[in-house]
């Protein structure tokens, strides 16, 4: 068995971008990650900009201005000022070339034609320079850019309308074990709701995974190794749940093997999650996850999440973690490593109750996991803790 170092560091090492680059229209470049710089190809803002309503004019000609027309935003005319003239201005409008200031209107006393504008004035105050966002030809977003909504306005406010990403894995979700029973049939003495499949690709699709499947499938050799083999064939990433740890029913293990997907590791030093399998075969890696579906949540978020954010082209690819204060003094049981499902709140985090790997009720409640390293024995109030945050949608 290995520690979580190590295994994180081998699933990077066997992870890489997909090598299938898309271009996209930019409203649905969200969530993608760019494959390639985006070069801006104008000045932004294009010409110099009011960024007031008042009056354009040329600073030190005059405290008296006689007003000779208006621009307002749109309008392409460039009026020649001559000394102690001023032209009415709108926001968003182009000031005239020789003008140096814009006034705001409430900083002026109207006079008949003219205006008497009120001390102290700057040169080029509320002017937005030419380029003062962006200079043509200069780099507006940088490859690895993960597209969020406020990256999509910059980009088209630059007159982009396609974008070069990287292609989303997809992901083929197979379940197992004889005893589930898909929600809304009727359970028999022994059987539980099948429920690991609709979590993952819900968390999948908050993540904006969208090409999944999940197919269940009973502990019976053959069919385990026919799916498994039928997944890896269709799909860029496989994640199993159930079926592998080393009961006389958990096929997954040797299923694997015998369809030659090879072992990066199996079995991690840590709580939940000690079964956990990680191996390829070609390029598809292939993730065992233990059945208990909070387990198989936390092995999610831990090594699968990095994964999948390095094959979408992503640059920082695990789930950031801060160091807080523990609210409630907490007691470890054993000395593996443990990922606890924990809330963050104003003051510091809180661990949750119903740690067990059985329950996901909890990791509804939670917005972090909270890493307590191997021999932690007694965290107490105050103490300050590694806190894995989890995505929040
Ligand atoms: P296993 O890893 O197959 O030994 O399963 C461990 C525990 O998780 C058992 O109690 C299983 O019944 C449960 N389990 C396995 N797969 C699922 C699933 N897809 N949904 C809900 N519970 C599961
Ligand atoms: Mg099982």
């Given at each position: 068995?290995?520690?979580?170092?190590?295994a994180?560091?081998?699933i990077?090492?066997?992870s890489?971008?997909?090598?299938?680059?898309?271009?996209v229209?930019l409203e649905?470049a969200?969530?993608?990650?760019?494959?390639?710089?985006?070069?801006?190809?104008?000045?932004?803002?294009?010409?110099?900009?009011s960024?007031?309503?008042?009056?354009a004019?040329?600073?030190?000609?005059?405290t008296?201005?006689?007003v000779?027309g208006?621009v307002?935003?749109g309008?392409?005319?460039?009026?020649v000022?001559?000394?102690?003239?001023a032209?009415?201005?709108?926001?968003?409008?182009?000031?005239p070339?020789?003008?140096?200031?814009v006034?705001?209107?409430?900083?002026?006393?109207?006079q008949?034609?003219?205006?008497?504008?009120q001390?102290?004035?700057?040169?080029?105050?509320?002017?937005?320079?030419?380029?003062?966002?962006?200079k043509i030809?200069?780099?507006?977003l940088?490859?690895?850019?993960?597209?969020k909504g406020a990256?999509?306005g910059?980009?088209a406010?630059?007159?982009?309308t396609?974008?070069?990403?990287?292609?989303?894995?997809s992901?083929?979700?197979?379940?197992t074990?004889?005893?589930?029973?898909?929600?809304?049939d009727?359970?028999?003495?022994?059987?539980i709701?099948?429920s690991?499949?609709?979590?993952?690709?819900?968390?999948?699709?908050?993540?904006?995974?969208?090409k999944?499947s999940?197919v269940t499938?009973?502990d019976?050799?053959?069919?385990?190794k026919?799916?498994?083999?039928?997944a890896i064939?269709n799909?860029?990433?496989?994640?199993v749940?159930?079926?592998?740890?080393?009961?006389?029913y958990d096929?997954v293990?040797?299923?694997?093997?015998?369809?030659?997907?090879?072992?990066?590791?199996y079995?991690?030093?840590?709580?939940?999650?000690?079964?956990?399998?990680?191996?390829?075969?070609?390029?598809?890696?292939v993730?065992?996850l233990?059945g208990?579906?909070?387990?198989?949540?936390?092995?999610?978020?831990?090594?699968?999440y990095p994964?999948?954010?390095?094959?979408?082209?992503?640059?920082k690819?695990?789930?950031?973690?801060?160091?807080?204060?523990?609210?409630?003094?907490y007691?470890?049981?054993?000395?593996?490593?443990?990922?606890?499902?924990?809330?963050?709140?104003?003051?510091?985090?809180?661990i949750?109750?119903?740690?067990?790997?059985?329950?996901?009720?909890?990791f509804?409640?939670?917005?972090?996991?909270?890493?307590?390293?191997?021999?932690?024995?007694?965290?107490?109030?105050?103490?300050?803790v590694?806190t894995?945050?989890?995505?929040?949608?």
């Amino acid at each position: 068995m290995i520690d979580i170092k190590t295994a994180e560091k081998l699933i990077l090492e066997h992870s890489q971008n997909s090598s299938k680059i898309l271009e996209v229209n930019l409203e649905d470049a969200l969530d993608f990650v760019l494959a390639e710089d985006v070069v801006s190809k104008i000045d932004m803002p294009p010409f110099r900009q009011s960024a007031m309503d008042g009056y354009a004019l040329h600073i030190g000609d005059a405290t008296n201005y006689n007003v000779i027309g208006e621009v307002k935003a749109g309008d392409n005319q460039n009026p020649v000022l001559k000394k102690g003239e001023a032209v009415r201005i709108f926001t968003g409008a182009p000031v005239p070339d020789n003008a140096n200031a814009v006034v705001m209107q409430e900083k002026v006393e109207l006079q008949g034609t003219g205006i008497t504008t009120q001390m102290p004035l700057a040169e080029l105050m509320n002017i937005r320079p030419q380029g003062e966002q962006i200079k043509i030809g200069t780099i507006a977003l940088q490859k690895g850019t993960k597209v969020k909504g406020a990256h999509i306005g910059f980009l088209a406010s630059l007159g982009v309308t396609k974008v070069s990403v990287y292609n989303k894995p997809s992901i083929a979700i197979v379940v197992t074990g004889n005893e589930l029973k898909t929600p809304g049939d009727l359970l028999n003495y022994g059987e539980i709701y099948e429920s690991n499949g609709a979590m993952l690709s819900a968390v999948l699709s908050e993540l904006g995974y969208t090409k999944r499947s999940i197919v269940t499938v009973a502990d019976d050799y053959k069919n385990t190794k026919n799916t498994l083999e039928e997944a890896i064939q269709n799909y860029d990433v496989v994640i199993v749940t159930g079926g592998v740890s080393v009961g006389d029913y958990d096929f997954v293990g040797k299923a694997l093997k015998d369809i030659n997907v090879k072992e990066v590791f199996y079995g991690v030093k840590q709580k939940p999650g000690k079964p956990l399998f990680f191996g390829k075969r070609d390029d598809v890696p292939v993730f065992g996850l233990p059945g208990n579906p909070a387990a198989a949540l936390s092995c999610f978020y831990i090594y699968v999440y990095p994964l999948l954010k390095k094959s979408e082209g992503g640059v920082k690819t695990q789930l950031p973690n801060v160091f807080m204060p523990l609210l409630v003094s907490y007691t470890a049981k054993g000395n593996r490593a443990q990922f606890l499902k924990a809330r963050i709140q104003e003051e510091g985090v809180e661990i949750l109750g119903g740690q067990s790997s059985a329950m996901i009720r909890a990791f509804g409640d939670a917005n972090a996991l909270v890493f307590l390293p191997e021999n932690s024995t007694e965290v107490n109030k105050g103490d300050k803790v590694k806190t894995i945050l989890l995505p929040t949608k």
